[in-house]
């Protein structure tokens, strides 16, 4: 499958969204509702639906409801907002639409003339697209949960060792409980396996993220969290009820908490952790919410939202 040329690559237009931290947030709470492998989530900004799928097997376009005015894909694996932004668009654009998962999306895409958006995180490509982020994932999550596992399993050993004691001790309780903390992470790793979320595991996995939310801290939570803000702020930017489609791959069953949850909330979690994403993501990805258009012959870059607030995090 490939995407026509059409011509020169046009230049797309940069937004920059106003943004004031002034402003008061609303007190009316998110509707959620849950139907299978799709989440239905409504704020007074607009509409939400989360759909999660598999990277390798084809999604139903028949999930995207008929009043979706945008269409937010998961891209970590493609550069995009760099120097060359319009043309590199059309290499993340041919990539997205070749990919399994996304190959029908685009066909009802191009039906419906619904516009395409990306604000994925990239990290810095050292050889290894995800060397960067591997690293990062080895030093804060693999070297302390292996001692920390470590520790539980003697714990549980332990416990164990005594099970015929009629009554468990207050000692061995406690013993019980920090061992099922410290092996939890195993547990954590194993739910964002899981094939598909759906109503039963994906309420489970997210209880098992926020034992351990740095579990997948790179690869999962901070990308969740940054597309969610991008995704508030544009609705609150377009107004009228705009109503996006997220689809994004199972192991992502926590995307919907960075909806539901504030913009400062999101924002304060983006703050905490900007010091050390600026020196292994391509910035731009950061602070920018990509909007491709299809016109009849190809799909173009058409539109850049800047987020200040975010950019200002990356100096």
Not at 112 to 119: A, D, H, L, S, T
């Amino acid at each position: 499958m490939s995407i026509e040329r059409g011509g020169d690559v046009p230049t797309p237009t940069t937004v920059e969204l106003p943004y004031s931290s002034s402003s008061t947030p609303t007190q009316e709470e998110p509707v959620l509702r849950r139907d299978g492998n799709v989440t239905y989530i409504t704020k007074p900004e607009g509409k939400y639906t989360v759909i999660y799928g598999i990277h390798i097997i084809s999604q139903n376009p028949d999930q995207l409801p008929q009043n979706t005015t945008g269409l937010v894909l998961e891209s970590a694996d493609f550069e995009h907002t760099t120097d060359n932004a319009a043309a590199d668009g059309r290499a993340l654009i041919q990539n997205l639409k070749e990919a399994p998962q996304y190959n029908n999306l685009f066909l009802r895409a191009e039906e419906k003339r619904i516009p395409i958006f990306v604000g994925d995180l990239t990290y810095h490509p050292f050889g290894n697209q995800y060397l960067a982020n591997d690293l990062a994932i080895f030093g804060s999550y693999a070297i302390p949960h292996v001692a920390e596992f470590t520790l539980g399993a003697i714990l549980l050993t332990d416990i164990l060792s005594t099970r015929t004691e009629k009554k468990m001790k207050r000692r061995n309780l406690l013993k019980a409980i920090a061992a099922t903390y410290l092996v939890s992470p195993i547990i954590t790793q194993a739910m964002r396996s899981i094939p598909v979320a759906d109503s039963v595991t994906a309420p489970a996995e997210k209880i098992s993220n926020r034992l351990h939310p740095e579990a997948g801290l790179f690869i999962e939570s901070l990308r969740e969290v940054v597309t969610a803000y991008k995704e508030e702020r544009f609705m609150n930017y377009k107004g009228n009820t705009p109503h996006l489609a997220t689809v994004w791959g199972s192991a992502h069953a926590s995307f919907e908490d960075g909806i539901v949850d504030s913009l400062q909330s999101k924002y304060t979690f983006l703050e905490r952790f900007a010091p050390i994403l600026k020196h292994i993501i391509v910035p731009e990805t950061f602070y920018t919410f990509s909007e491709f258009a299809y016109d009849g012959i190809s799909w173009e870059l058409s539109r850049n939202y800047i987020m200040p607030e975010l950019k200002a995090l990356m100096d």
